[in-house]
């Protein structure tokens, strides 16, 4: 039977919950008799808000709490930013649908300085991304690079405070507050890589609802799908999360699919970078990885910690 209505497990964040209010709309006009609702829950990610999440430990901690409240029946379905997901999903567990793809660029942000090379030696950068670390850090090994969490309105107000000199975030996340007209520059392929998944956003649901999967499905993007599909795949084969400094960009070309995949170290700035063609998302993905694979990348993600 389809249903009349549809709960939207969501964290509390600003951010999060523009994505879920977001979802609801799409919903909403796929489906004019479809009620949808939120139920905005804290998760773990959210209350650890004293250390870098990659001593946390632990993949999904933004997911897991959303998890429990669809496996409980109190929601059918979770809306996420995609990067924040585990390559692989807990067991009965799939994604509906992957919306299609914001800016994925990451943002440079400060009140002083336009960009990464106008910063003086030395300058101080907030980010609590062993990814966006170690990129600094090969573009600029003299920063000092400063632990920065929380949402991105706590991030943006410790800059207003004059903590850091520059902060980086993700672009689609300011665009979505409304926040746009802090972007000073772009950090963008190829020199620069965003996270897999990075500026999608998911829908999580049980399966074998048929169903309710139907209804969801009708706001996937095949597109989107495809391209982060690659740079999930790189991940997973390299056993990474969003913890790990692990980049990746994919691009549909006339030839196909094109990914470009990263492996840093957030500590020296050494970066691994391969990329290949392909059709299949899956099997691009573990190419790339492979590539990377061979040029030492398990080493660094092993020396990690
Ligand atoms: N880790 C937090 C997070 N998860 C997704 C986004 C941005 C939105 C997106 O990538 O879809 C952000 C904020 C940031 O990295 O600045």
Redesign the pocket.
């Known amino acids: 039977m389809t249903p009349a209505s549809l709960r939207i497990a969501t964290r509390k964040s600003a951010?999060a919950l523009w994505q879920a209010e977001h979802v609801a709309a799409r919903l909403r006009a796929a489906h004019p008799h479809l009620a949808v609702e939120l139920v905005p829950l804290s998760t773990r990610g959210d209350e650890i808000l004293d250390r870098p999440l990659a001593s946390v430990g632990g993949k999904g901690l933004f997911l897991k709490e959303l998890e429990v409240a669809m496996a409980q029946g109190r929601a059918e379905l979770a809306v996420h930013?995609?990067?924040?997901v585990p390559a692989e999903l807990e067991p009965g567990f799939v994604l509906p649908a992957i919306l299609p793809r914001a800016d994925a660029a990451d943002a440079f942000v400060s009140h002083r300085y336009a960009d990464l090379a106008e910063l003086p030696p030395g300058a101080r950068v907030g980010t609590s991304s062993l990814r966006r670390q170690a990129q600094l850090r090969a573009l600029r090994p003299d920063l000092t690079l400063l632990d920065l969490r929380g949402n991105?309105g706590t991030r943006l107000a410790k800059l207003d405070a004059g903590h850091y000199d520059a902060i980086v975030?993700?672009c689609?996340?300011l665009e979505r507050l409304g926040l746009a007209a802090r972007i000073r520059s772009r950090l963008a392929a190829p020199d620069w890589l965003p996270a897999p998944g990075?500026?999608?956003?998911a829908i999580e649901a049980r399966a074998g609802q048929p169903q309710i999967l139907a209804l969801l499905a009708a706001l996937d993007d095949a597109e989107t799908r495809a391209t982060v599909g690659a740079e999930r795949a790189m991940n997973q084969a390299l056993g990474g999360s969003?913890t790990v400094p692990v980049a990746a960009w994919c691009v549909r070309t006339e030839r196909g699919l094109h990914l470009t995949g990263m492996v840093g170290d957030a500590h020296s700035g050494r970066l691994l970078r391969a990329e290949a063609g392909g059709s299949d998302a899956a099997a691009l993905g573990r190419d790339v990885a492979a590539r990377l694979l061979a040029q030492g990348a398990g080493e660094l993600l092993g020396l990690r910690d």
């Open positions: 951010l930013s995609l990067k924040d991105v975030l993700a689609a996340g990075q500026a999608a956003i969003c």
